[in-house]
Each structure stands twice: as C-alpha cells, then as structure tokens.
C-alpha cells in the first residue's frame, strides 16, 4: 500500500536559565590622600560589557562602579571603575544568544592603613535562548487511514536588537557650591513593536550629592529624572511581535560637567545606556495528533517541543521604606544632609495566582550631622520589600528595578526614616510543551479479524477516538452506529459495533 507522511520543519524557542553566579571585587581606592578619617558614603554599580562561549564555559567581563564620599584635609570625594572577569562551566555545551545582567547586593568599605579599602559582591544571571529545528507530522496520505489533529502555538527567536544612546541633562543647583557624587538609574517604562522598529520609552534617574559650604553641614542631596525615548530597527519586525527588553547604563562611560554660575553650579550630564530587545515572532500550526491506519501497523515516535509564549510586559511602582535607631548615648540627630542608594537586591520574584511578586531589599546611606559634635555621621538602612501586581501569565518572568525619590527624615532625633519609589518592569511570558510526532514508518499488516459485530464496554477516561483506534475503525463509525450514545463517555457503557467484512474462499 502507498503511505505518505507530511512533515513540515518547526524552529522553536526557549529562554533557558542557565545560572547565577557571584563574584567578589576587592581594592583599594586611588584617593591621593595620605590619611583618610571618615567615610560618609560609598555606593556601587556594575554592568556586563563582553561575554562568550567557549564549548562548555561561559566567559564574561564587567564593570562595577565605585563611588564614595570620606573626609581627609577636607570633605571629598572619589568616582573609580574597576574591571572584573568570570566563568562558569556548564555541564552541557551551549548554543544561541546570552543574556547576561549583574548586579551589586552587597558593597563594604573600611580603612585600612589610611586608605579606603572597597569590596562589592556582584551576582551575575545568565540566561540563554536557544532554538531547536523540529519535523512535525502535519498530514498523512494512505488507502485508509484516520488522523485526529490539534492546533499548537509557539514561538521563534528571530534576533537582537540593539542600540546604544546618550541620554543629556543640563541642569542648574543653587546655591551648590561643589558636586561631589551622580549617581544614576535607569528603568524602562514601555516597549512597543512597530514596523521595523522597536519604540522604547523610560526614565533615567539621578541621584545628586553636593555641598553648599566648606564644612559637613552643607553636604545636601537631591534627586532628578529624565525622560526618554528611543527607536531602534530591526528590519523585519512586525507590530505583532513579542519583545524581551533590558538596559544598562555603562558606568565608565559617564561624564559630568559642572559650572560655577552667579548662584550656584550649573551641571551637563550625559550617561550611555545600552537598549537590547529580544525578539520572537508567535505562530500557531495544525497537526496530526494521532494517526493509525486499517491495514497495517505504524511505528511512531513522539516527543516535547518546548517553546515559550511571551505575553506582555507589565510597568508598576509602589513605596518601600525602613528605618534605624541610633544608640541612646549617641548625640541628637539634628539634620539630615544626604541620602543614597547602595545597592538594589532582587531575591525572588514569581507568579502566584495572577499576580507577579517581587521581593528583595534596598540599601542606601543616610549621611546625618550633630550640632553638639559639629560632625557628621553615616548610617547603613536596609529597606526589605514584598510589592506585587495582577497579571494573566501563569509561568515566567524577567524582572529590573529601579528606585527614585529617595528621601529620609529623622524622628525624635534618635530615629531615622527612608523611603523610597521602587519601580518595576517585568517582561512576562508562559512556558509551554507541545506534544509532537516527529517520525513514522509503516509497520506489519494487521491480521484480518474474523469477528464482525462486538459489544464494546466502556473503561476509565476513554474517548471515542481512543476506542476507534483500539478496534480499527472510524470515530464516525462508531458515533454513526450509536445514535444515542452519551458524551464525554463513562466508565461502563455499553458499545455495538458492527464491522463489514469480506469472506474469502
């Protein structure tokens, strides 16, 4: 007999988490100071400038971004970017595009013989999206065969887009006299696929430290935001394309100007942020899901086709706070001069019943001053959080953050509060497999059955179709010769069917 299966190739794609790892970044600072009394405070920022893959090994170089306030001859302050290299080994050799990002959870700093010893725990998470060709039964053609089919969704990774920018600010402070620290964030706040273009949209954050005097007393902070938007082509990109999105700002690239005026300091700044856009293009297919024929037997081979179904990304904010207590024998608190974010740590985020959760924790300074000592004094405040909005994914996500408006204020004078606007962006998408028939082949004849009418009981969770294949004949047979058969099916009914055959002699 003549059997013609029809397959069609599939590429199909995955976001595989492949690991986080840390690594520890430890120097001392080049002050050109030769005694350092105080450090009031010291913040930290990497980014991810070069990866590869060498068989099984993943290698990467960053940057972390190291800025500190500390009092020598006179109150000072110091920007200093160090490189870093890691690796990890794989068990398993990998294929496709990274996707790697850093962060700093932890950052200390002390002096050591005069000097300003640093040390920043940075954790790197490396993701990959790998594509995998499939052959999918999508017909068959034979004498007599029968086939149930089913429509599949999934995705394919079609490239990277990315684009470099330059995001300037002129600004004026009055009455600074000095700018001793910007420290920036950035955060996405929309992605839209257009025509060949992605359009995206967000905001840059500075945090700004000056002073408006010679002495501890004028150190002051204060916080600005810039918008932008961004486009940035990929030729073939259509409106109905997904889009996975991160930015970075590359910290050694920074500059900032200032500018004594007539009543303070005019400042330009511009930071580099790198944009990269992940883009899949969603497809939907119909295929065989089972197939058997009357005549012979087929062997067939089945297997997973994963492949993700990104949803939408969703852009939330919500207030995080904490507070400390100085020791009661410790002199008043009279008056808040800056406020800075150390470092942001994402410890979790998952999807519970429709709603995204993220938790982790905000660490920034609070440099305070004491009229009774005429000094001033820093204090480490963690900020833990658990914020959460509804979404209709079920699976996945990839999240950043971002933190602005940071302020604090201190209560009875032994007391101080920071709170803060901690903004999310989250690229949501749903991980799922599709059962596929990847090959078949025809196998033996089938002995012809000498039977021709049965009465066929019904067994746990059967359907129609799993009795037609069992007794070799169509689901319409079936349906035709049981008019008043009752639907789903349940264990115990009773089946005639009748099958016509030719006697040879």
């Not at 430890?26 to 405070?41: V, W």
């Not at 602005?404 to 709170?419: D, F, L, N, P, Q």
Request: proline share 2%; glycine share 4%; hydrophobic share 40%.
């Amino acid at each position: 007999m003549v059997f013609e299966p029809n397959f069609k190739k599939v590429m199909s794609s995955i976001r595989k988490h492949v690991c986080t790892t840390q690594s520890i970044v430890e120097l001392k600072l080049p002050t050109n100071e030769s005694n350092i009394d105080a450090i009031y405070s010291v913040g930290a920022i990497s980014s991810i400038v070069s990866t590869e893959i060498v068989g099984n090994t993943i290698n990467f170089v960053g940057l972390v971004d190291f800025q500190t306030i500390f009092q020598a001859e006179k109150l000072s302050a110091l920007d200093y970017t160090a490189e870093f290299k890691d690796k990890y080994d794989c068990e398993e050799s990998l294929s496709g595009d990274l996707i790697v990002s850093s962060s700093v959870i932890q950052v200390d700093s002390s002096i050591v013989s005069g000097n300003i010893r640093v040390t920043a725990i940075v954790e790197t998470a490396i993701d990959i999206i790998e594509t995998k060709e499939y052959s999918v039964l999508v017909d068959a053609s034979s004498d007599i065969s029968y086939k149930s089919y089913k429509d599949i969704e999934y995705c394919s990774y079609l490239g990277k887009a990315y684009e470099k920018f330059d995001v300037t600010n002129d600004f004026g402070i009055k009455g600074a006299s000095a700018i001793y620290m910007v420290t920036p964030c950035v955060r996405l706040g929309s992605v839209e696929a257009k025509d060949n273009y992605i359009l995206a949209s967000g905001v840059v954050g500075l945090d700004i430290c000056y002073t408006t005097s010679d002495d501890l007393s004028g150190l002051k902070s204060t916080y600005r935001e810039v918008d932008f938007t961004w486009e940035v082509a990929f030729d073939g990109l259509q409106e109905e394309n997904s889009i996975e999105s991160s930015v970075a700002i590359i910290s050694n690239e920074i500059k900032v100007t200032s500018v004594m005026g007539e009543d303070g300091i005019e400042v330009s700044v511009s930071l580099p942020i790198e944009y990269s856009g992940y883009i899949f293009s969603l497809s939907s297919l119909k295929i065989v899901d089972d197939i058997y024929l009357e005549s012979n037997y087929l062997s067939i081979t089945s297997e997973c086709m994963p492949s993700i179904c990104c949803i939408s990304a969703v852009s939330f904010a919500d207030n995080v706070s904490g507070s400390a207590e100085i020791l009661d024998t410790a002199p008043f608190i009279d008056d808040i001069l800056s406020t800075s974010v150390n470092n942001i740590v994402l410890a979790r985020n998952y999807i519970d019943e429709g709603r995204l959760v993220v938790e982790g924790v905000v660490s920034a300074t609070v440099v305070y001053y004491t009229k009774e000592t005429g000094s001033a004094t820093s204090l480490t405040i963690d900020m833990p959080f658990s914020v959460e909005q509804k979404i209709s994914a079920t699976e996945s996500s990839v999240v950043t953050l971002c933190i602005s408006s940071i302020s604090a204020k201190s209560r009875r004078g032994k007391e101080v509060e920071v709170s803060g606007d901690l903004h999310v962006y989250a690229d949501i998408y749903n991980e799922k497999e599709s059962v596929i028939i990847s090959s078949v082949s025809l196998g033996e004849e089938k002995a012809q059955d000498e039977c021709s009418l049965y009465i066929y009981i019904v067994k746990p969770e059967q359907t129609v179709w799993d009795i037609a294949k069992e007794m070799n004949v169509s689901s319409d047979m079936i349906l035709e010769q049981n008019p008043n058969i009752k639907l789903p099916l349940e264990e115990g009914q009773k089946l005639v069917i009748y099958k016509s055959r030719v006697l040879e002699f």
